[in-house]
């Protein structure tokens, strides 16, 4: 059974004619009968263009963490655009948003651009301006956006083409890739103290940077293990490379300062986006000041056309204000873990092992097993077919996770007990009607 109503098949049949497969972005494509049409969001609504409505976990794969269509946001930036977008020249909304930034995350400095690949791209070329190196560590499983040198080993990677465990090789995840470029990354699992001390003495003359997303948010949410985080600061600190926390999608979501307030932990360089806008686009990269320094016109790059334009800082200023007053990530927290505890009861109540992960801003759900997953090859043990039928079980009723799994459920202030309420039993009627 498809998807799709009448008016989202049309619009589809017309959307494949002029645009690739129908979508601008392939993480979007769920087939021919089930990729959907959207036409509007409201809180933590969306609706499709036969106006079905659904319970929206995806929140556009994490940065609505309001709600969407947000009034406060909605109001100051259409106030702000009458007066003029862009200007190359710097504006006191870019000043401001510095500053809340800089309140929030303790880091010194911070550049602004548009999008999370901006941000990494940017924050790659830092870390080997600064170190004078050039190859890096990023985790297995772990997604730092649509650079050439970031897309190996990540969530669309198999199993098979990961490697062995002892001795990981970097699985490219597109054509087009030049062949050279893999020599400049080393993928390793995640949690694996062995294989990241090791690496890392025997690498670490060339070794610029450490990339980590501080949860994983591409692979179901799963947590570093105690300690993790902080042997990767302490080897980072004697060997002098580049701590970069990831936090696209942390950032503004899990606590007010993200991943370095929620595990206490400063990273040298750090990338926002997502949340950070409210569904608007606007990124970041922030660090210390000696670090972000060395940025520097004519001789280390940072740039863009529309870094810092008036449309994305009017909409993160307007976010992070409401984060700042409001307990916003408090009321996430409580209605997530009711939703989390709720769909633990119904999968054991069903007999369906499983492990809930993550925390309520971002958990992930991994079927099939008991055994808490650690890194992504855990996870890829687990039932991923049971998990995609739930899946679209669930947006059949109205309540739309992404159907994979390895994507984290998004929760955003808008949703309210009722909505968790009708979610859970949304669920439990979708796991009978998947289990058959
Ligand atoms: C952790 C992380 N980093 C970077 C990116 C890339 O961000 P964008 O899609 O805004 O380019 C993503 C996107 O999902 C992400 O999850």
């Given at each position: 059974m498809t998807l799709q109503g009448k008016k989202v098949k049309a619009l589809f049949k017309q959307a494949m004619h002029v645009i690739p497969h129908g979508v601008n972005s392939n993480f979007r494509y769920w087939g021919d009968e089930d990729t959907l049409v959207i036409t509007r969001g409201n809180g933590a609504y969306i609706w499709d263009a036969d106006d079905k409505r659904y319970i929206d976990y995806r929140l556009a794969f994490g940065p609505i963490i309001l709600g969407h269509a947000y009034p406060a946001v909605v109001k100051r930036v259409a106030d702000v655009i009458k007066e003029g977008t862009l200007f190359a020249c710097t504006t006191p909304?870019?000043?401001?948003?510095?500053?809340?930034?800089?309140?929030?995350?303790?880091?010194?400095?911070?550049?602004?651009?548009?999008?999370?690949?901006?941000?990494?791209?940017?924050?790659?070329?830092?870390?080997?301006?600064?170190?004078?190196?050039?190859?890096?560590?990023?985790?297995?499983?772990?997604?730092?956006?649509?650079?050439?040198?970031?897309?190996?080993?990540?969530?669309?990677?198999?199993?098979?083409?990961?490697?062995?465990?002892?001795?990981?090789?970097?699985?490219?995840?597109?054509?087009?890739?030049?062949?050279?470029?893999?020599?400049?990354?080393?993928?390793?699992?995640?949690?694996?103290?062995?294989?990241?001390?090791?690496?890392?003495?025997?690498?670490?003359?060339?070794?610029?940077?450490?990339?980590?997303?501080?949860?994983?948010?591409?692979?179901?949410?799963?947590?570093?293990?105690?300690?993790?985080?902080?042997?990767?600061?302490?080897?980072?600190?004697?060997?002098?490379?580049?701590?970069?926390?990831?936090?696209?999608?942390?950032?503004?979501?899990?606590?007010?300062?993200?991943?370095?307030?929620?595990?206490?932990?400063?990273?040298?360089?750090?990338?926002?986006?997502?949340?950070?806008?409210?569904?608007?686009?606007?990124?970041?990269?922030a660090g210390k000041e000696e670090i972000m320094m060395t940025v520097e016109p004519g001789a280390v790059a940072h740039g863009g056309t529309y870094s810092g334009n008036v449309i994305g800082t009017a909409a993160a200023n307007a976010t992070l204000e409401v984060l700042e007053t409001e307990s916003v990530i408090d009321t996430i927290n409580q209605r997530g873990q009711v939703l989390m505890d709720g769909i633990n009861d119904i999968l054991t109540e069903s007999d369906i092992p499983h492990v809930i992960t993550g925390i309520p801003p971002m958990f992930g759900i991994m079927l099939g097993s008991d055994q808490e997953p650690h890194d992504f090859r855990d996870y890829l043990t687990g039932d991923g077919d049971l998990y995609e039928a739930i899946g679209m079980e669930l947006c059949h009723r109205g309540v739309m996770p992404e159907p994979s799994g390895l994507e984290p459920w998004f929760l955003c202030y808008a949703l309210s007990d009722e909505d968790v309420t009708e979610t859970l039993n949304v669920y439990n009627d979708s796991v009978k009607a998947a289990k058959g």
């Amino acid at each position: 059974m498809t998807l799709q109503g009448k008016k989202v098949k049309a619009l589809f049949k017309q959307a494949m004619h002029v645009i690739p497969h129908g979508v601008n972005s392939n993480f979007r494509y769920w087939g021919d009968e089930d990729t959907l049409v959207i036409t509007r969001g409201n809180g933590a609504y969306i609706w499709d263009a036969d106006d079905k409505r659904y319970i929206d976990y995806r929140l556009a794969f994490g940065p609505i963490i309001l709600g969407h269509a947000y009034p406060a946001v909605v109001k100051r930036v259409a106030d702000v655009i009458k007066e003029g977008t862009l200007f190359a020249c710097t504006t006191p909304l870019e000043i401001s948003l510095a500053e809340r930034i800089t309140r929030m995350c303790k880091v010194d400095k911070v550049r602004l651009t548009n999008t999370g690949t901006e941000a990494t791209m940017h924050a790659l070329r830092i870390s080997r301006a600064y170190t004078g190196r050039e190859r890096f560590i990023k985790f297995e499983g772990q997604y730092h956006g649509m650079v050439d040198y970031f897309m190996f080993s990540t969530a669309s990677s198999s199993r098979r083409s990961l490697g062995s465990r002892r001795s990981p090789v970097n699985s490219p995840v597109s054509s087009g890739i030049p062949k050279g470029i893999s020599q400049y990354v080393i993928n390793l699992p995640f949690n694996d103290f062995e294989r990241l001390e090791e690496t890392i003495e025997a690498k670490w003359g060339d070794l610029a940077a450490i990339f980590v997303e501080p949860i994983l948010g591409n692979c179901a949410g799963i947590m570093p293990k105690p300690g993790f985080l902080e042997r990767i600061r302490e080897l980072c600190d004697k060997y002098g490379i580049v701590m970069v926390f990831d936090e696209v999608k942390t950032g503004f979501r899990i606590a007010n300062g993200g991943a370095q307030e929620y595990f206490n932990i400063q990273a040298d360089l750090v990338t926002y986006a997502k949340a950070l806008g409210n569904g608007f686009p606007i990124a970041a990269i922030a660090g210390k000041e000696e670090i972000m320094m060395t940025v520097e016109p004519g001789a280390v790059a940072h740039g863009g056309t529309y870094s810092g334009n008036v449309i994305g800082t009017a909409a993160a200023n307007a976010t992070l204000e409401v984060l700042e007053t409001e307990s916003v990530i408090d009321t996430i927290n409580q209605r997530g873990q009711v939703l989390m505890d709720g769909i633990n009861d119904i999968l054991t109540e069903s007999d369906i092992p499983h492990v809930i992960t993550g925390i309520p801003p971002m958990f992930g759900i991994m079927l099939g097993s008991d055994q808490e997953p650690h890194d992504f090859r855990d996870y890829l043990t687990g039932d991923g077919d049971l998990y995609e039928a739930i899946g679209m079980e669930l947006c059949h009723r109205g309540v739309m996770p992404e159907p994979s799994g390895l994507e984290p459920w998004f929760l955003c202030y808008a949703l309210s007990d009722e909505d968790v309420t009708e979610t859970l039993n949304v669920y439990n009627d979708s796991v009978k009607a998947a289990k058959g």
